[in-house]
């Protein structure tokens, strides 16, 4: 039986969108060949109601991805989705959640987000990187490797 995409949800702060923009684009052979599909909330369509579409979104998701920076920090909105995907990671519900350090902040004192290991790997932030091209090749890699075992344990699911 084949793998069905694993789902990911972003959320940040709109005044991060490009960054979003940036990692879907380093995120295209996953998603071309099947391996993820993604949601933010870009995607939502007049006359929908937000909070209800993004709860949706984040139910559903198996992946959440936090885009942390200053402006994340600052974010009502942003706090109630962490909030919302850590209640649903305590219960089972969603499988990971993802910080990825966009820009210098105090995210490791931030709720628990120290206590969870970030991308790029050793918490750099993609913006202090000589080169963002090598700082969302990091990301990247650490996604593929957490999508790897995702794929993984769905396969020993199916074999039972």
């Not at 052979?29 to 391996?35: E, F, H, S």
């Not at 933010?40 to 198996?62: C, F, Y």
């Amino acid at each position: 039986m084949p793998n069905k995409p694993l789902k990911l949800f972003y959320s940040y702060s709109h005044a991060d969108s490009m960054h979003r923009l940036e990692m879907e684009k380093h995120l295209v052979t996953l998603r071309k060949a099947g391996r993820i599909s993604e949601w933010s909330d870009n995607k939502i369509t007049a006359g929908k109601k937000i909070g209800s579409e993004i709860r949706r979104e984040i139910a559903e998701a198996d992946i959440v991805v936090f885009l942390i920076s200053v402006d994340f920090l600052n974010s009502e909105a942003c706090l109630e989705e962490v909030s919302m995907a850590k209640e649903l990671f305590a219960n089972g519900s969603c499988k990971r959640l993802i910080a990825v350090i966009l820009r210098d902040c105090a995210w490791m004192d931030f709720d628990d987000m120290g206590d969870y290991l970030a991308l790029p790997y050793d918490g750099k932030p993609v913006e202090c990187w000589p080169s963002k091209d090598i700082a969302w090749s990091n990301v990247f890699s650490g996604l593929r490797n957490v999508i790897e075992q995702e794929e993984l344990s769905h396969q020993k699911e199916w074999k039972i």
